[in-house]
Nanobody
Framework: QVQLVESGGGEVQPGGSLRLSCAAS????????MGWYRQAPGKQRELVADITSGGITNYADSVKGRFTISRDNAKNTVYLQMNTLKPEDTAVYYCHVDARVAGLAPFGSWGQGTQVTVSS
C-alpha cells in the first residue's frame, strides 16, 4: 500500500502563492503517474495537473500559466507551485498517485486533502 502525506495548504490573499507537497511512503511499490486534484464546495473533484514518471505534464486550462507541477522521483514526492492565486482556486486539494506492485494490477491512491483558501 501507498501512504500519501500532503502539506503546504493554507490561506492566502488573491495574487499570492502557495506550494503543496505530497510524499508517498510504503514499500514494494513503484509509482508512475502523480497528480493533484481539487474539490470546491458543491462541485465535483477535478484534475488540476498531473505528471508522468518521465516528466510530461498536463494542466487544467484554468491553471495554465499560474501553476507548476513537478516531482522528485528519488523522494517519491510531487509538488504543486501555485502562483497568482484567485478566489476561485479555493478548494480542498488532493494528491493522487498511480502505482503498481510487481505481479499485481496497477492501483491509485489518494491523499487526505489539504485546504487552500484564497481570500482578501
Amino acid at each position: 500500500q501507498v501512504q500519501l502525506v500532503e502539506s503546504g495548504g493554507g490561506e492566502v490573499q488573491p495574487g499570492g502563492s502557495l506550494r503543496l507537497s505530497c510524499a508517498a511512503s510504503g514499500s514494494g511499490f513503484s509509482i508512475f503517474g502523480m497528480g493533484w486534484y481539487r474539490q470546491a464546495p458543491g462541485k465535483q473533484r477535478e484534475l488540476v495537473a498531473d505528471i508522468t514518471s518521465g516528466g510530461i505534464t498536463n494542466y487544467a486550462d484554468s491553471v495554465k500559466g499560474r501553476f507548476t507541477i513537478s516531482r522528485d522521483n528519488a523522494k517519491n514526492t510531487v509538488y504543486l507551485q501555485m502562483n497568482t492565486l484567485k478566489p476561485e482556486d479555493t478548494a480542498v486539494y488532493y494528491c493522487h498517485v498511480d502505482a503498481r506492485v510487481a505481479g499485481l494490477a496497477p492501483f491509485g491512491s489518494w491523499g487526505q486533502g489539504t485546504q487552500v483558501t484564497v481570500s482578501s
